[in-house]
């Protein structure tokens, strides 16, 4: 494996999935992370085109120790990492009311959405390449900014959001000395599976976005939160 690697999880599908087969195209070694291979179908496809720039991984970002044993064979294999994008997602969609909540359903948004990229990045930290800049996004949304005006609804999803936006705050602080640069990535209301066909954007003007945002990444504006389309957002 060579040249610059990135890490994307939840790549079988989506946003993930785009993300991966754009960096595919633009010459990068991507290892794709997902929780079952048997259903990621169109990633096993890719995987037959790009044989030798795609590798892909069983994980479930919801399990601590698939994150450790994920780790510790990268660290085995030598694998240096330049980029971790944090795309796995949940949303609990019928938690739209505190009258009515399903607690499971918001754990698992925090489990998915900011306890998976927190123990991620810990646990990955060391395979970082920081002899250069590397860079670490989390698909954040807009939805979990406390400053924006809201509506009401998905409770977990909107919590789970904030504390990621929260952990990039950290993180960037925290790595501003160790050339590591970290974002929050808003990628719209994108036509997926989790967004709906009813959704504003397409996947592919969404994907193209996040990268271009990541590619404008340093670390004098590390820490913040960006919509796709290139606009800062308040947290």
Not at 56 to 82: R, V
Not at 99 to 124: Q, R, W
Request: hydrophobic share 45%; glycine share 6%.
């Amino acid at each position: 494996m060579n040249n610059v690697v990135v890490l994307i999880t939840g790549a079988n599908r989506g946003i993930g999935f785009e993300l991966t087969k754009q960096y595919l195209i633009n010459g990068w070694t991507v290892i794709a992370t997902c929780r079952n291979l048997e259903s990621a179908v169109d990633l096993v496809s890719l995987k037959g085109q790009f044989p030798d720039k795609l590798f892909l991984e069983l994980m479930d970002i919801t399990c601590p120790e698939n994150i450790k044993t994920l780790a510790g064979k990268l660290s085995e294999e030598n694998i240096k990492l330049d980029l971790i994008v944090n795309n796995a997602g949940y949303l609990d969609r019928e938690n739209t009311s505190i009258h009515s909540i399903d607690y499971a359903n918001a754990e698992m948004c925090f489990k998915v959405n900011s306890l998976g990229p927190l123990y991620l990045t810990h646990c990955f930290l060391p395979l970082m390449n920081k002899k250069s800049l590397c860079k670490i996004a989390v698909i954040s949304s807009a939805m979990g900014s406390l400053s924006l005006e809201q509506s009401v609804d998905w409770y977990g999803y909107r919590m789970s959001k904030a504390a990621a936006n929260m952990l990039v705050v950290n993180l960037s602080k925290e790595l501003v000395n160790d050339n590591v640069a970290v974002v929050a990535v808003h990628p719209g209301w994108v036509q997926t599976d989790m967004g709906g066909s009813t959704a504003s954007e397409n996947v592919v003007d969404s994907a193209l976005g996040i990268m271009k945002v990541i590619r404008n990444l340093s670390i004098e504006n590390t820490g913040n939160l960006y919509s796709f389309n290139g606009e800062q957002l308040p947290f």
